[in-house]
C-alpha cells in the first residue's frame, strides 16, 4: 500500500470514527452539537491520529480500537483550533478553508463547542476497551499535552505574551516545544501505549514526536509565508501581521528550511529501535516536512 493509499484508508476510518463518536446534529440541544460538527468535519489532514495509528502498528501486529484512542486527539486539536481563531485570541476569519466556528455560530456557541469537544475527548478515553491502568496513562499523556506546564495552552499563553517582542530562539522554542510539539508528541506516545509499547519503543517514539513536532511548526511558519489562504485554508500571513515570533522571524527562511530537514532525519534515526515495523512513521515525518499546505 502506498503511502498516500494509506493516508485515505486512514481518513477515512478516523471519519467514521469519529462521526459515530460525536452527537448527531439533530440531539438536543442541536445548536451545540451543529458547532462542534462543522468544525470537526470541516476537514484537515488528521495528522495527530493518523501518528497515533501508525504507532501503534510500529508497536504490534493488532491494537483493536486504536481509533477511539486516536480520535481523541482530533477532538482536542478541534477544539484548540475553534478556541485559538475567537476574537480574544488570533481572531481569525478562515479555518480549514471555510469561515471560523464563531463566525457562523457566534463567539458563545464557539466557545461552548470548544469545550465540549475537549470534554468528549477524556469520555472517549474513559469508555476504551482496555484495561484501567493503560486508559489512566491515555488520559494523563494527553491532559498533560494540552494542558498549561510544557502543553499546548501554555504554549499558547507564551504565543500571545510574545506578540510584539524582540523574537529570539530561546522564546522560540519556549512558544512551539509546548504549542503544537507536546500534542504530536502525545499523538505517536498514546499509539505506542495504548499498543503496549516497553520502555525502549516509547522512548524511540517519544524521541521521534519531539523532531516531528517541531519539523511541523517550522513548515508551518514556512507555508504561512510562501502560500495563500486559499492553498492553506486559513489566513496566510496572519503570524507577520500579529508579530508572531516564528522561525521565519529568528532564523530566516533558508535556515527555518535546513533546519525542517535536520528535524526529519533526527526523527529518522529516533525510530532505530523499531526497525522496518516503523516504515510508515518515517514517511510520515517525510509528509510532515515535504507538504506544500
Not at 475553534?82 to 457566534?106: E, M, Q, S, W
Not at 476504551?128 to 501554555?154: F, K, N, Q, S
Not at 504561512?224 to 521565519?248: M, N, W, Y
Request: charged share 25%; with cysteine.
Amino acid at each position: 500500500m502506498t503511502l498516500d493509499e494509506y493516508l485515505a484508508a486512514q481518513q477515512r476510518a478516523i471519519e467514521q470514527t469519529l462521526d459515530g463518536l460525536t452527537p448527531p446534529q439533530h440531539a438536543g440541544p442541536e445548536a451545540i452539537h451543529k458547532a462542534m460538527r462543522y468544525s470537526l468535519f470541516a476537514g484537515g489532514k488528521r495528522i495527530r491520529p493518523i501518528l497515533c495509528i501508525a504507532a501503534a502498528e510500529a508497536v504490534a501486529d493488532v491494537a483493536p480500537g486504536v481509533e477511539a484512542a486516536a480520535c481523541s486527539l482530533e477532538l482536542v486539536h478541534t477544539y484548540s483550533l475553534i478556541h485559538d481563531d475567537l476574537p480574544a485570541l488570533d481572531n481569525d476569519d478562515l479555518r480549514r478553508g471555510r469561515p471560523t466556528c464563531h463566525k457562523v455560530f457566534g463567539d458563545a456557541m464557539a466557545i461552548l463547542a470548544g469545550d465540549a469537544l475537549l470534554t468528549l475527548a477524556f469520555q472517549v478515553l474513559a469508555q476504551l476497551r482496555v484495561d484501567g491502568h493503560r486508559r489512566a496513562l491515555l488520559a494523563e499523556e494527553l491532559a498533560t499535552a494540552a494542558g498549561t506546564v510544557g502543553g499546548m495552552i501554555g504554549g499558547q499563553v507564551y504565543d500571545l505574551e510574545g506578540e510584539g517582542k524582540r523574537p529570539t530562539a530561546i522564546l522560540l522554542e519556549q512558544i512551539h516545544r509546548a504549542k503544537t510539539g507536546a500534542l504530536l508528541r502525545a499523538s505517536v506516545r498514546m499509539g505506542g501505549i495504548y499498543a503496549g509499547a516497553d520502555e525502549v519503543q516509547l522512548a524511540a517514539l517519544s524521541k521521534y514526536g519531539e523532531h516531528v513536532g517541531l519539523a511541523f511548526q517550522i513548515v508551518d511558519d514556512i507555508l504561512d509565508v510562501e502560500q495563500p489562504s486559499e492553498k492553506l485554508g486559513k489566513t496566510a500571513g496572519k503570524d507577520a501581521e500579529q508579530h508572531k515570533i516564528t522561525f521565519p522571524a529568528v532564523y530566516g527562511m533558508e535556515r527555518s528550511r535546513e533546519m525542517a530537514e535536520e528535524e526529519r532525519l533526527f526523527a529518522h534515526t529516533a525510530l532505530q529501535p523499531l526497525d522496518e515495523r516503523a516504515e510508515r512513521l518515517r514517511e510520515l515525518a517525510d509528509l510532515v516536512v515535504r507538504r506544500t499546505a
